[in-house]
């Protein structure tokens, strides 16, 4: 490196900009770790609310990316103090204006994930898991559960118990599923509206 180029460097290396920069980066790091302590980053995390989500996101891009865009910050600090008249306040705007870029790119990111959800309800990208589905009713009823569980849309059948008599024509009856928490809610939902009154059906507690 000639030595024309190593004062150029030199120069950028504004100890008030490099500070700033580097104390905006470490803030980021620490909010985002407090933040998403305990989080569950396994598939099917909800993004949560827009306004949650969005200042997660542009602090997190905030942590991760301002480091790669150190040299580029950095330059464009030197190039201001020739051109603008505040210079910081120049630097201040074309970092503001690299994390709303990235902010665009989240808010992208977030309304397709809302739309798939709206549009889908068996893919929610929720993770799969299993249930266990308790039918209380007439016996004449119970024979069909597990088929209709088994046809619904995002449910795949594990198992299904054999009926117990509870008294008279009534039985109950436990059957294991996996599936997205909102596929088998919707199956459990379109069972329950063609059962008479008086039978039962949901998924267990336990």
Known sequence: ??????????RAL???VVAGFVGVTLAAW?????????????????LGSLGWYLGIWVTM?????????APMVLFFSKISEQSSRRPTLATALFVTGYLIAWAAYGLIAFAIYRLVRTLDPC?????????????????????????E???AEGVELISSDAPSIVGGDTV????????????????????????PAGASIGIADD
């Open 172 to 195: 109950k009856l436990g059957v294991a599923v996996e599936g997205a928490l909102a596929a088998v809610t919707d199956a459990v939902a379109s069972i329950r509206d063609g059962m």
């Open 30 to 46: 620490v909010i985002v770790v407090a933040r998403m302590r305990g989080m569950d980053a396994g598939p099917g995390t909800d």
């Open 149 to 151: 569980l088994a046809d």
């Open 123 to 147: 893919a929610r990208l929720e993770p799969m898991t299993v249930y266990r589905i308790v039918f209380e009713g007439p016996a004449a009823i119970a024979l069909r559960i597990a088929t």
């Open 14 to 16: 504004r100890p008030g």
């Open 61 to 69: 891009m905030a942590a991760m990316m301002l480091p790669s865009a």
């Open 1 to 10: 490196m000639g030595t024309s180029e190593a004062t150029i460097t030199a």
